[in-house]
T-cell receptor
Framework: AQSVTQLDSHVSVSEGTPVLLRCNYS??????LFWYVQHPNKGLQLLLK??????LVKGINGFEAEFKKSETSFHLTKPSAHMSDAAEYFC??????????????FGTGTLLAVQP | NAGVMQNPRHLVRRRGQEARLRCSPM?????VYWYRQLPEEGLKFMVY????????ESGMPKERFSAEFPKEGPSILRIQQVVRGDSAAYFC?????????????FGPGTRLTVL
């Protein structure tokens, strides 16, 4: 069964410094992996997704993630944090079901704080 | 191009009442998913529907919860005889019916408070 583990529940960085949010996955299949962001009291926005094409995936707002099969990791990075990046980030794997993926399996989330 | 719409955004119910949550998928999307986010937790899958069909309801509580996605109109998540433990944010997501079905787009959520 698929699962994801987000290694840090809270991460705090200074504005302008790099961001690293860690995620490890477990999957019997070639997984589809996603990062979603949730701002306070808002819905979820898709940042980026990996679906077995290029292992380095570029997303919106300067975020990117690298799929590393040997490490079963899909860490999210950004070279320079902005105050508006403060939010909760979810690493997500899609569960295969009869050949058509459907349900998403969420990690427990990482709350990113950005200090001025 | 409107995104996924959910209403109401906030819903307050007393114990024992019914809660109805509505979700209108993005235009051209015929797959709908419901997720629940309990306080301080990630989202948990509840149910997956296509038009007029429930495909996977493995995440739905066995009692009091039901979902539908009729041929016309929004998808409805219905909770009967609500209890305090039902207080949560309920998110709906939709995806297209061909091409890349595994990209789900989320609505803003309905925050249910049970008094």
């Amino acid at each position: 069964a698929q699962s994801v583990t987000q290694l840090d529940s809270h991460v705090s960085v200074s504005e302008g410094t790099p961001v690293l949010l860690r995620c490890n996955y477990s999957s019997s299949y070639s997984p589809s992996l996603f990062w979603y962001v949730q701002h306070p009291n808002k819905g979820l926005q898709l940042l980026l997704k990996y679906t077995s094409a290029a292992t380095l995936v570029k997303g919106i707002n300067g975020f990117e993630a690298e799929f590393k099969k040997s490490e079963t990791s899909f860490h999210l990075t950004k070279p320079s944090a902005h105050m508006s990046d403060a939010a909760e980030y979810f690493c997500v794997v899609s569960e295969e079901y009869g050949g058509a993926t459907n349900k998403l399996i969420f990690g427990t989330g990482t709350l990113l704080a950005v200090q001025p | 191009n409107a995104g996924v719409m959910q209403n109401p955004r906030h819903l307050v119910r007393r114990r024992g009442q019914e809660a109805r949550l509505r979700c209108s998928p993005m235009k051209g999307h015929s797959h709908v998913y419901w997720y629940r986010q309990l306080p301080e937790e990630g989202l948990k899958f509840m149910v997956y529907l296509q038009k007029e069909n429930i495909i996977d309801e493995s995440g739905m509580p066995k009692e009091r919860f039901s979902a539908e996605f009729p041929k016309e109109g929004p998808s409805i998540l219905r909770i009967q005889q609500v209890v305090r433990g039902d207080s949560a944010a309920y998110f709906c997501a939709s995806s297209r019916d061909r091409g890349n079905p595994d990209t789900q787009y989320f609505g803003p959520g309905t925050r249910l408070t049970v008094l």
